[in-house]
């Protein structure tokens, strides 16, 4: 691509960006330039945006690059499938072991970008849904492992990072229903409301009402006695988005939010798994804490009682650390 053309796509970017409610108008002037080069432009652009922590702006580009790309049916990124294969490989090998995926992904996180992530989705738009459904169960089991660790990777850009683990889960649906692997659905739409609360691209509002979405979803299919607890869990995720929503009541969904926690705490006694006993037990802390509803006088002494009920569980866990590190 000569540098002329590079710069007349940079010089169409910065007019679209600049007069944002004239997309329609700036596009039909410049059809002669609209193919996939201006899309794969576009496309770094979105990334140098995302990276310098214009978000809203690299999401607007990016939707309109989506709908070229669509219009032109063009290829306009770089296919990376060795690299995207060799990491599912030792996804695979490892049985998704964080530290050895992680030591492998060290020094590449330049490769963890939009284009990785645009060759995972047509690695499973073109290879995935042409094999039997015994293989495509053994892949979607391997790409949500993946995701899973690449959401929480703690290197490179997290932005796109999560946008990959986004990409991962969602392909994954695609194999996992609710009629036929229902606990595996659940298990997907926990892993996505994870995403949407965290996830820095799109609207904020809009992620977390999709994060809600999908807790929502899931708690159709499990209960306090099926799959309790991916229940437990989920109610868990559910109680995050309310404290995080920004639609609606911030008393009301500050009450959801303890709802859900409290559900939780019927799964997790402390004499079962007293570690999320104590995690749940500090995070209704942190929400009675900032309670709008009842008196704050109250509120505060009852967020006392529940940080205590932690601090007592994390004091015997660090008792008998010393006692175990003393009798080595």
């Known amino acids: 691509m000569d540098d002329s053309r590079t710069q007349a796509y940079l010089t169409l970017i910065r007019m679209l960006l600049d007069y944002p409610t004239q997309v329609n108008e700036i ?13 794969h432009t576009m496309r ?6 995302t990276t310098q922590g214009y978000e809203s702006t690299a999401e607007f580009l990016k939707d309109i690059a989506e709908q070229l790309a669509t219009q032109t049916g063009a290829v306009t990124f770089t296919i990376c499938i060795d690299f995207l294969l060799e990491v599912l490989s030792l996804t695979e090998r490892s049985n998704g072991n964080q530290e050895e995926v992680y030591s492998f992904l060290v020094g590449k996180e330049d490769q963890l970008n939009i284009d990785f992530m645009y060759t995972l989705k047509v690695y499973a738009d073109k290879y995935l849904k042409n094999q039997e459904l015994e293989r495509q169960l053994g892949i979607v089991a391997i790409i949500s492992a993946f995701s899973r660790l690449i959401q929480k990777f703690p290197l490179g850009n997290r932005a796109i990072n999560q946008e990959i683990a986004l990409t991962g889960n969602q392909i994954a649906l695609t194999v996992y ?46 209960s306090r006695t099926v799959y309790s607890e991916s229940w437990a869990a989920i109610q868990m995720n559910l109680g995050l988005a309310y404290l995080y929503r920004i639609k609606e009541s911030e008393a009301e969904n500050i009450e959801k939010a303890i709802e859900c926690y409290k559900a939780a705490s019927e799964v997790y006694p402390r004499e079962r798994d007293d570690y999320e006993w104590a995690r749940i037990q500090h995070n209704l802390g942190d929400i009675y804490k900032d309670r709008l509803r009842g008196e704050k006088a109250d509120n505060l002494e009852t967020a006392i009682e529940y940080y205590l009920a932690a601090l007592k569980v994390r004091i015997a866990f660090l008792t008998k650390m010393r006692y175990n590190n003393s009798s080595v």
């Open 44 to 49: 770094q652009v979105v990334e140098q945006l």
């Open 27 to 39: 596009l039909n002037a410049n059809q002669e330039l609209i193919d996939g080069g201006l899309v």
């Open 177 to 222: 229903s609710r009629k036929d692997f229902p606990k595996d659905w659940v298990r997907i739409l926990n892993n996505l409301a994870v995403v949407y609360t965290e996830r820095i691209h799109g609207s904020k509002i809009e992620n977390i009402e999709m994060a809600k979405e999908c807790c929502e979803a899931a708690l159709e299919v499990c």
